[in-house]
């Protein structure tokens, strides 16, 4: 069974562009989570999508958007970046809303920005 | 508001010895579920073990178990038997009632002298 896969893999974006990150999750696998991890702050929660509905929501500002689609692969989109949103983005998926943590990681995608 | 503190931020072990990270939580919840998640330099997440906070026995996966101290809030990870495969970076994370997002420690870096 094929992992929870994330393109692009790395990507390098200049200050005030927008990106567009795609997740998709493992086969049957129905809720996809994302999270941004920096040196600094760490692996911090960004939001979670479950049948095309976004269900919890980390506390970003509404620069990072996401979205799901009915065949549960999911987007993320960073508008107008800053040079504080470089990180590695990582997506998650688990089989239903609320697995208890069993979450399945992607390798992520880089993003440096600058 | 729920966080997770991992204050080792290295930690090194002799291959085939036995090494404990360790990490506190605090939370006003008595539902939740704790787990240690393992990072290797690949960057792909893996869950290593799973606590429910309402069973009493703490959780075992083969060479890995945890000592969970519900009344002080502590969750330390016993890894015994080290291997070079070990070495990686180790997350504890919390999440309430069922799951949703995952709250995340700092990490501990884990290496293994061979």
């Known amino acids: 069974k094929a992992g929870v896969t994330q393109t692009p893999r790395y990507l390098i974006k200049t200050r005030g562009q927008q990106v567009t990150l795609s997740c998709s999750p493992i086969?049957?696998?129905?809720?996809v989570s994302w999270y941004q991890q920096t040196p600094g702050q760490g692996l911090q929660f960004l939001f979670e999508?479950?049948?095309?509905?976004?269900?919890n929501k980390g506390n970003f500002p509404g620069r990072f958007s996401g979205r799901q689609f009915s065949n549960s692969r999911s987007e993320m989109n960073v508008s107008t970046l800053e040079l504080g949103d470089s990180a590695l983005y990582l997506c998650?998926?688990?089989?239903?809303?609320?697995?208890?943590?069993?979450?399945?990681f992607g390798e992520g995608s880089r993003l440096t920005v600058l | 508001a729920q966080t997770v503190t991992q204050s080792q931020p290295e930690m090194s072990v002799q291959e085939a010895e036995t090494v404990t990270l360790s990490c506190t939580y605090d939370?006003?919840?008595?539902?939740?579920?704790l787990f240690w998640y393992k990072q290797p330099p690949s960057r792909q997440m893996i869950l290593v073990i799973r606590?429910?906070?309402?069973?009493?026995q703490n959780a075992t996966e083969n060479r890995f178990s945890v000592n969970f101290q519900k009344a002080a809030k502590s969750f330390s990870l016993k890894i015994s038997d080290s291997q070079l495969g070990d070495a990686a970076m180790y997350f504890c994370?919390?999440?309430?009632?069922?799951?949703?997002?995952?709250?995340f420690g700092q990490g501990t870096e884990l290496s293994v002298k061979p």
């Open positions: 086969s049957g696998h129905r809720s």
């Open positions: 998650a998926s688990s089989l239903g809303y609320r697995s208890a943590g069993e979450l399945f």
């Open positions: 999508y479950f049948s095309e509905t976004q269900r």
């Open positions: 939370t006003s919840e008595s539902d939740y579920y």
């Open positions: 606590q429910e906070a309402y069973k009493q």
């Open positions: 994370a919390y999440t309430e009632n069922q799951g949703g997002k995952l709250i």
